[in-house]
């Protein structure tokens, strides 16, 4: 009798448990205990939102080192009289939707009605793949001011950014290396009338078996101080962490193109490098991109939802409508003309939109797409926005986000400019895949 009775309470225990699991499944109840355990078992961090008032409280769960590349789940505490009635979860209205880290949210506030959700298999491509984030590198220079971009691993051990990034050091540092070379020396470079060497490698030790020796050491010496102790890359600047590598550029450059606004940069360490992007060449059936940089060298953030623009009426209405606006804000129709004088669709340039300002001060960033739902590759590189003032002007009396253009290199171009110069070598390291 008394097994009988002890089988009875166990049978009961057994019941309860199921039926308590039946009630967390269906979301009929759920505490703080329950919210713990579940994002454990699923490795993700969550987030619970409640409002006392006029004052909102978070607590979170399981954020930890494990997690924090992981999506952010927002929970919302309904609270009715004070006291706490339920949870709810913060999801999007359709299943196939992702959510962003809330770290990647930060920044400017939108400033584009644009569709910023994005399929729920790029997102694990992009956060659940810890290495891809670490590709990007915040770019800080220090000149007579510290200014800051952004770029991303390419290749065996380089490194591309917008030129611009960098320009005033490697301008700098080569006019000084011209003005220290006699006749003859210079002769074995080519240069521009501003004393700079033109498109292609600009790498001092093509110059170096010219000189004499204590030439030599002195050019290297200022090219270590010009270059490479002044231009910093940190690698996975975001979220909680500093960095997890800080790379340093050699001074001598693998390609360099003013004209073009690309520079791909030699990495001195090659040991413990992130890994290169992929770099993809045709990009016709891309319809959105996938914006990641370091804004005016702030942590890593993200734009899903860049809307690439595809039809040359719709550039040209933008512009026609940019000159009207523009010209009301104390801008001449010349000025406003010659800043979208470049915005001509090919396949050299690509032409989009941002739904929110990420773009601002991230020149270099990597435009990304997601390949066969798995596969995240680069399309392009930012470069700047159309007109160059829209950041100036006076905002209080109207403002037209709708009208900034925002522009980059095609990764097609990029590969142009390397075929162009016969950098087999480098056009290979870049571009594997096509060879």
């Known amino acids: 009798m008394a097994i009988e009775r002890v ?3 166990e049978n009961q225990k057994e019941l309860r448990w199921q039926r308590f699991l039946k009630k967390v499944h269906e979301g009929e109840w759920g505490g ?10 699923y490795n993700v961090p969550v987030t619970v939102l409640s409002v006392r008032g006029s004052r909102l409280d978070e607590v979170e769960f399981n954020h930890t080192r494990k997690t924090k590349w992981n999506p952010v789940i927002y929970i919302g505490h309904l ?15 359709e299943e196939k939707a992702f959510q962003q880290p809330a770290i990647f949210q930060q920044g400017e506030p939108l400033r584009k009605i644009e569709d910023n959700s994005f399929h729920c298999l790029d997102g694990q491509v992009i956060y659940e793949e810890e290495k891809l984030l670490k590709r990007i590198g915040c770019i800080k220079v220090t000149y007579t001011k510290d200014s800051h971009g952004t770029g991303f691993r390419v290749g ?8 611009h990034v ?7 540092f080569w006019k000084e290396v011209f003005r220290r070379l006699t006749e003859k020396e210079q002769s074995h470079m080519k240069w521009t009338d501003d004393k700079i060497p033109v498109d292609g490698e600009w790498k001092l030790s093509n110059l170096l078996q010219f000189v004499g020796p204590s030439k030599m050491n002195d050019l290297m010496e200022i090219g270590k101080q010009s270059i490479t102790d002044r231009v910093q890359i940190k690698f996975g600047f975001v979220r909680d962490n500093e960095y997890s590598f800080l790379a340093r550029c050699s001074y001598d450059v693998a390609f360099a193109s003013p004209s073009n606004d690309v520079v791909i940069l030699e990495l001195i360490e090659d040991t413990n490098l992130p890994n290169q992007f992929h770099l993809k060449t045709i990009n016709a059936a891309a319809t959105k991109l996938h914006l990641i940089g370091h804004p005016g060298g702030r942590k890593l953030e993200h734009d899903p939802a860049c809307k690439i623009i595809k039809d040359q009426k719709e550039l040209e209405k933008l512009k026609e409508t940019g000159i009207s606006f523009f010209t009301t804000k104390g801008y001449t129709k010349d000025q406003v003309e010659k800043d979208y004088e470049p915005c001509i669709l090919s396949s050299d340039r690509l032409f989009f939109h941002c739904s929110k300002s990420v773009a601002h001060g991230a020149s270099g960033s990597p435009l990304i797409v997601i390949i066969n739902e798995k596969e995240a590759q680069v399309i392009g590189m930012l470069l700047r926005g159309h007109p160059k003032f829209y950041y100036n002007y006076d905002k209080d009396n109207g403002d037209r986000p709708d009208l900034l253009v925002e522009s980059g290199i095609s990764m097609e171009k990029v590969r142009s400019l390397l075929d162009h110069q ?10 594997p895949e096509q060879f």
């Open 156 to 163: 065996s051990k380089y490194f591309m950014t917008a030129f």
């Open 166 to 172: 960098i320009e005033d050091v490697l301008i700098k």
């Open 422 to 431: 016969t950098l087999q070598e480098l056009t290979v390291n870049l571009f």
């Open 7 to 9: 089988e009875n309470v």
């Open 32 to 41: 703080s205990l329950e919210i713990l355990g579940l994002s454990q078992m």
């Open 79 to 93: 609270r009715l009289n004070e006291i706490g009635a339920h949870f709810v979860a913060l999801r999007p209205c």
